[in-house]
């Protein structure tokens, strides 16, 4: 274990300065630094990669777990064992060996453990469901300096909130969860001219009525920047995608994309069939680290009229670049697991998720007009998708579940070591 002041975050427009860090190789330096930060009256914050923020840390003590990076896989249990610092690409690499996937998020680089802490929404979620769903067991050092390891039967209550609920009840070291039977899929972006934004959006979400819960997918709508780092069709233009990731085989996968090539000529099309170890280009997330503020609300309905007036509020001409993504949810999503877990607003059919830079004041004006087009289908926030380090709590559960959360902080937290409230985890994207 070594301890600094500062560490670099792929998250580069929010300064973070706790007052000690933590550079954590195990279990063993997790626990030291929860007990020592308790002895001191320190708070207590965890991150990994760092595409979210761990949440305020002023004064506190920051633990960086990205050098507990393990991963194992057993291919009969169809399992993997993850450490708290390793990525997704990673995991889906270990995995791939034995024809197994995980359900991993579009980003390759983003920590496995904390997103899946956040729910989880992954690239083949409509099938299989969240990440937390297929959680089967965690070791969690809590405020007391204790590494519990949790299951449904040792701590169950633990097990509920740790699933969805983030990283507020304690410093999760490695978690297992089991992995699907996906090595190949049929999936790719199929990007149009932003001119044709209402057309797209209208085709696209009529589309999201007819596809089998094998097909997970998402529209996307942004000005991308005339930089080297773009795709070249897409360089310094705005554009409206739709992202596609479906199970199925390539024929039936290219009659289900029909209607959408059918829209009108495509700027750029890569709709292919595909090893699962390439699923990250479907969505293709900038690998560099970068300033970002964010928004996820989680709408039972979205209609196209309304869609259409929140990509003219954040098109070319908004105050600030914005990037919007439209996730189809339902299938599987709906459905909790046996014992349930924290994951909330299950019923929500769309997820609405805003990204821009980091003058604050002007995003979250930006995004509370986005929300008042959509208020009539709003069900709350989305905790994965929520950036900005912890700075906006309501709506990231449901009563129930808050009150369900707050009771387990009072008995494994009574101190808010770790933040009490409910904000962002480390990983979001």
Do not use: K
């Not at 979620?125 to 300096?145: I, S």
């Not at 996307?220 to 070249?232: E, G, I, N, R």
């Not at 002007?362 to 900005?388: D, M, Q, V």
């Amino acid at each position: 274990m070594t301890a600094t002041p500062t560490a670099g975050s792929f998250q580069t427009g929010f300064a973070i300065r706790p007052d000690l860090l933590v550079e954590a190789r195990g279990a063993a330096d997790v626990r030291a630094a929860v007990r020592d930060a308790a002895a001191h009256g320190r708070s207590v914050a965890v991150r990994a990669t760092g595409h979210g923020l761990p949440g305020p840390v002023e004064g506190g003590v920051l633990v960086d777990t990205r050098r507990m990076d393990t991963v194992e896989i057993d291919p009969v249990r169809r399992t993997a064992r993850i450490g708290a610092g390793a990525t997704w690409g990673r995991v889906v690499e270990a995995a791939a060996r034995h024809g197994l996937a995980p359900l991993n998020g579009s980003a390759p680089g983003v920590g496995a453990v904390s997103y899946t802490l956040g729910g989880g929404l992954g690239i083949l979620g409509r099938e299989f469901g969240y990440a937390a769903d297929h959680v089967r067991a965690l070791d969690v050092v809590t405020a007391d300096g204790v590494l519990r390891h949790v299951t449904p039967d040792a701590e169950p209550d633990l097990f509920w909130g740790l699933r969805g609920g983030g990283h507020r009840l304690g410093a999760v070291t490695e978690l297992e969860t089991g992995l699907v039977a996906v090595d190949r899929l049929y999936g790719g972006s199929l990007a149009f001219d932003g001119a044709a934004a209402p057309q797209v959006l209208r085709h696209y979400l009529e589309w999201t009525r007819t596809v089998p819960d094998t097909c997970t997918s998402s529209l996307a709508a942004l000005s991308y920047p005339d930089v080297p780092q773009m795709p070249q069709a897409l360089r310094g233009r705005y554009a409206v995608s739709v992202r596609v990731a479906y199970t199925g085989s390539a024929v039936a996968g290219e009659a289900l994309v029909a209607p959408l090539r059918a829209i009108g000529p495509a700027l750029s099309d890569s709709l292919r069939e595909m090893p699962y170890t390439e699923s990250h280009t479907i969505h293709s997330d900038p690998p560099f680290p970068h300033a970002y503020y964010g928004e996820g609300l989680m709408l039972r309905e979205l209609d196209a009229g309304s869609a259409a007036r929140v990509l003219e509020l954040t098109g070319p001409t908004a105050p600030m670049m914005t990037v919007v993504q439209i996730n189809h949810l339902g299938g599987a999503l709906a459905s909790p697991p046996p014992a349930g877990n924290a994951v909330p607003h299950r019923e929500a059919g769309f997820l609405l998720r805003l990204l821009a830079g980091t003058d604050v004041a002007a995003a979250r004006h930006l995004f509370a007009r986005a929300a008042g087009e959509t208020a009539p289908h709003g069900l709350g926030r989305a905790l994965n998708f929520s950036f900005g380090g912890g700075d906006r709590t309501g709506g990231l559960h449901g009563p129930g579940t808050r009150e369900r959360l707050a009771g387990l902080v009072s008995r494994y937290d009574p101190a808010s070591l770790f933040g009490g409230a409910y904000g962002v985890g480390d990983d979001a994207v």
